[in-house]
């Protein structure tokens, strides 16, 4: 009964918002940062994944602008739950982490910042192909980082973050 309750529940949450719940209990419970600088996902399907952090006195530094390590939060965010979610679903254990991480910053944040992958298709391939093989492998994800209340679709910061991801027998 409490589990049909539930999952009927689960069915009125839009997806978003359930998305925002992992990743902010990963936080509190794995990477306190994350749950301190409280991100959200902003939009999700199996290409594109947008997360947001809103500017605020937890996330800027002394320019009134975002900080650097928030700014590198957001983009582990936005590229590692393609994976993560796409791990969950499977069922499999599997050691997800950044091997590098390579930042291009391009103007000041000065707003709220959107972090956005688009390569979910490929996260989904990817981490498939590391389950099937057993093997460690590793993927380039590219994210952008913008403030559209300020710069529109211009970019803020450009970031190449490397996913390795190896099978937990």
Same mark, same amino acid.
Not at 103 to 116: S, V
């Given at each position: 009964?409490? !589990?049909?309750? +539930?999952? +009927?529940?689960?069915?009125?949450?839009?997806?978003?918002?359930?998305?925002?719940?992992?990743?902010?209990?990963?936080?509190?419970?794995?990477?306190?940062?994350?749950?301190?600088?409280?991100? $959200?996902?902003?939009?999700?399907?199996?290409?594109?994944?947008?997360?947001?952090?809103?500017?605020?006195?937890?996330?800027?530094? %002394?320019?009134?602008?975002?900080?650097?390590?928030?700014?590198?939060?957001?983009?582990?965010?936005?590229?590692?739950?393609?994976?993560?979610? %796409?791990?969950?679903?499977?069922?499999?254990?599997?050691?997800?982490?950044? !091997?590098?991480? %390579?930042?291009?910053?391009?103007?000041?944040?000065?707003?709220? +910042?959107?972090?956005?992958?688009?390569?979910?298709?490929?996260?989904?391939?990817?981490?498939?192909?590391?389950?099937?093989?057993?093997?460690?492998?590793?993927?380039?994800?590219?994210?952008?980082?913008?403030?559209?209340? !300020?710069?529109?679709?211009?970019? $803020?910061?450009?970031?190449?973050?490397?996913?390795?991801?190896?099978?937990?027998?």
């Amino acid at each position: 009964m409490i !589990k049909h309750v +539930t999952k +009927t529940l689960g069915d009125f949450i839009p997806q978003h918002i359930k998305d925002t719940a992992l990743i902010r209990i990963f936080g509190f419970t794995k990477i306190p940062l994350l749950w301190y600088i409280k991100p $959200v996902v902003r939009f999700m399907d199996e290409e594109k994944c947008v997360i947001v952090i809103p500017l605020n006195r937890r996330t800027k530094n %002394h320019l009134n602008s975002m900080y650097f390590g928030v700014l590198a939060a957001g983009a582990d965010c936005a590229g590692g739950l393609f994976a993560m979610k %796409h791990i969950l679903n499977s069922g499999k254990k599997v050691s997800l982490s950044f !091997k590098d991480f %390579h930042a291009e910053f391009l103007k000041r944040a000065e707003g709220d +910042t959107y972090f956005t992958c688009t390569q979910g298709l490929e996260v989904s391939q990817f981490v498939d192909r590391v389950i099937e093989s057993g093997e460690r492998d590793n993927m380039p994800l590219e994210i952008i980082a913008t403030c559209p209340d !300020k710069l529109g679709d211009e970019p $803020v910061a450009k970031f190449t973050l490397t996913l390795s991801l190896k099978r937990k027998d």
